[in-house]
């Protein structure tokens, strides 16, 4: 039967031009509203709180019992461990180069940097091309739809929350050795908690930041938006696209109160203040 190579080729090509053609698709504009403001700004201190009772102080502990070489090395692993993600990403954005560089990365960690708790690969001038799905959504040319303060995770979008579905089910290999465990009693959640530890406590530097910020939330929102940005466009965001989302949008903006120039003003307000009183603090302590 002739037909069935050339047939079996085809369907072996379609998928590769499917994916070639929704790579293609045009990026869409940032968005640079917040209509779910009121919704987030509760979400948002609901996780501050469980971060400032639960999560910081576990963090900093683990920080001040674990040496820093050891935990360089627990990042390293995860770093490496979690890598198929963005290999599977990188094949649906179709950049076959980009897979190829993690691919690469990830079998020499495994091996020559002891399951991943070294990293050879960057002394090797491998590059790493972390990505996720709502890059890879994003890339297709989806929307990213409101902006969303999710409940125990954070900052994202309507588009960005697939990223947690489908890479933590289907790309992470942590997410595989949970479902197919041997253990009884949740020793197998065991890495996952380490992870969110040792993510958490990379965080501990950017806390002065959060400290000193006017609004913190739209701190946090704005600054997570400029950071999304600027891995969707591999570091080097086009100049108009920055512009828009750093002004924000006065056409598609539903929070009329939401002036980037007037919050950067109100911030350097109050920072003074705050300087004006830890100053007037420190002459009464001294008189």
């Not at 960057?122 to 409101?146: C, H, N, S, Y």
């Not at 965080?203 to 913190?216: E, G, H, Q, R």
């Not at 003074?272 to 302590?285: T, Y």
């Amino acid at each position: 039967m002739p037909p069935l190579p050339r047939l079996a080729f085809l369907n072996r090509l379609l998928p590769l031009v499917a994916v070639a053609l929704i790579a293609g698709c045009a990026i869409a504009p940032p968005r640079t509203d917040d209509p779910l403001e009121k919704f987030n700004r509760k979400s948002y201190a609901f996780n501050m709180a469980l971060d400032t009772h639960v999560l910081r102080p576990v963090a900093v502990g683990y920080t001040k019992i674990t040496p820093k070489p050891v935990q360089t090395g627990i990042t390293n692993f995860f770093t490496n461990i979690k890598l198929p993600i963005s290999i599977a990403n990188n094949v649906l954005q179709g950049r076959p180069s980009y897979a190829m560089d993690d691919t690469g990365r990830l079998l020499i960690n495994l091996t020559v940097g002891l399951a991943g708790f070294f990293d050879p690969a960057t002394k090797m001038q491998i590059p790493l091309k972390e990505t996720d799905f709502g890059i890879t959504l994003a890339r297709w040319g989806v929307p990213e739809g409101d902006f969303l303060m999710v409940p125990l995770l954070g900052p994202s979008t309507f588009r960005d929350v697939w990223q947690y579905p489908v890479d933590g089910y289907l790309f992470d290999p942590l997410s595989y050795f949970e479902r197919n465990h041997g253990f009884k009693d949740g020793q197998y959640y065991i890495p996952e908690v380490v992870y969110f530890i040792q993510m958490r406590a990379q965080l501990l530097d950017a806390d002065s930041f959060l400290k000193t910020a006017y609004d913190p939330y739209a701190f946090v929102r704005d600054a997570w938006r400029q950071t999304r940005l600027n891995k969707l466009y591999d570091g080097n965001p086009p100049a108009d696209v920055m512009l828009k989302l750093q002004q924000g949008s006065s056409n598609n903006n539903n929070n009329q109160n939401f002036d980037p120039a007037e919050l950067l003003k109100e911030q350097q307000q109050w920072e003074q203040k705050q300087k004006q009183q830890n100053n007037s603090g420190n002459q009464s302590g001294n008189q």
